[in-house]
T-cell receptor
């Protein structure tokens, strides 16, 4: 149980285009999902917290107009990188909290999406 | 914000050896999790352990919340244990703060 999927797993795009990444909780409902960014050989940095049916909360320094987050249902959150530039190239990882699970504080992570902007 | 420090940053082990990874945190926490990130980037939940001791096979973890540290023990290490181990903590605001990780390489 507690499986989180991401799609796509890898994407290469041209500078200036927008890229959408999906995060789904497959076997549980998640009122809260999180988006992280990880640069090579570094730790995970929280970008934003996504709550179903409400606006996302962004961490300091994260541009909300650049990284659009939508959490339309209890099993799906999307991150759209708008007008992507090479410096946006990174590994993006989502996580979801198992709302109904016995351990409601546990976060489960997706497999990540590697974005390369040319 | 809360600070999370992991040590050692890098560790090379001979297969079959035991090891201990440490996570220190700067404030009281509601949640502490240990993860293993495999070479493909997937974070695998190892333990949810805000306090106490847990064991799962060759892995075990202990968190002493009053002293603000957690330990992850790997016994009889195998090459599949290679990867980065992350400790992450949360203070009750839903936001996990990650340490910089322990890079573990197990040599056959």
């Amino acid at each position: 149980g507690a499986v989180v999927s991401q799609h796509p797993s890898r994407v290469i795009c041209k500078s200036g285009t927008s890229v959408k990444i999906e995060c789904r909780s497959l076997d549980f409902q998640a009122t809260t999902m999180f988006w992280y960014r990880q640069f090579p050989k570094q730790s995970l940095m929280l970008m934003a917290t996504s709550n179903e049916g409400s606006k996302a909360t962004y961490e300091q320094g994260v541009e909300k107009d650049k990284f659009l987050i939508n959490h339309a249902s209890l099993t799906l959150s999307t991150l759209t990188v708008t007008s992507a530039h090479p410096e946006d190239s990174s590994f993006y990882i989502c996580s979801a909290r198992d709302f109904w699970g016995q351990r409601t504080d546990t976060q489960y992570f997706g497999p990540g999406t590697r974005l390369t902007v040319l | 914000g809360i600070q999370v420090e992991q040590s050692p940053p890098d560790l090379i082990l001979q297969e079959g050896a035991n090891s201990t990874l440490r996570c220190n945190f700067s404030d009281s926490v509601n949640n502490l999790q240990w993860f293993h990130q495999n070479p493909w980037g997937q974070l695998i939940n190892l333990f949810y352990i805000p306090s106490g001791t847990k064991q799962n096979g060759r892995l075990s973890a202990t968190t002493v919340a009053t002293e603000r540290y957690s330990l992850l023990y790997i016994s009889s290490s195998q090459t599949t244990d290679s990867g980065v181990y992350f400790c992450a903590v949360e203070r009750g605001d839903n936001r996990l703060a990650f340490g910089k990780g322990n890079q573990v390489v197990v040599i056959p």
